[in-house]
């Protein structure tokens, strides 16, 4: 069965840092590339940063460049979301997904991932 778990987001400050975990289960975890994406009250669900299956490479979307890491740890069926400098604008709710596998799929698209989990919240506030 599939289980997908975020945990880790919270309510901090402008400029503190978050790491956030996604444990999964289910799948041949190291078989496939994750994503994390976010959605804010009234705006659609956005992909923020994905890395392929092997580790090898990693996207991020312009507004989160230089301040996030995403990463894996195969051995643990584990994606992470290292979230420096945090902003207002970040705050969201924070979900993990499984991107599909055809090679010509946008990292960007969030119609292009399944297996989302509950999210979690990341609120930045003064």
């Known amino acids: 069965q599939v289980q997908v778990v975020e945990s880790g987001g919270g309510l901090v400050q402008p400029g503190s840092s978050l790491r956030l975990t996604c444990v999964v289960s289910?799948?041949?975890?190291?078989?496939?590339?994750m994503g994390w994406s976010r959605q804010a009250p009234g705006k659609e669900r956005q992909i923020v940063a994905f890395i392929t299956w092997n580790g090898g490479d990693t996207f991020y979307t312009d507004s989160v460049k230089g301040r996030f890491t995403i990463s894996r740890d195969d051995a643990k069926n584990t994606v992470y979301l290292q979230m420096n400098s945090l902003q207002a604008e970040d705050t969201a709710i924070y979900y993990c997904g499984r991107r599909q596998t055809a090679p010509n799929y946008s990292v960007y698209d969030p119609a292009k991932y399944d297996f989302w989990g509950q999210g979690t919240q990341v609120t930045v506030s003064s």
């Open positions: 289910g799948w041949e975890f190291r078989n496939y590339g």
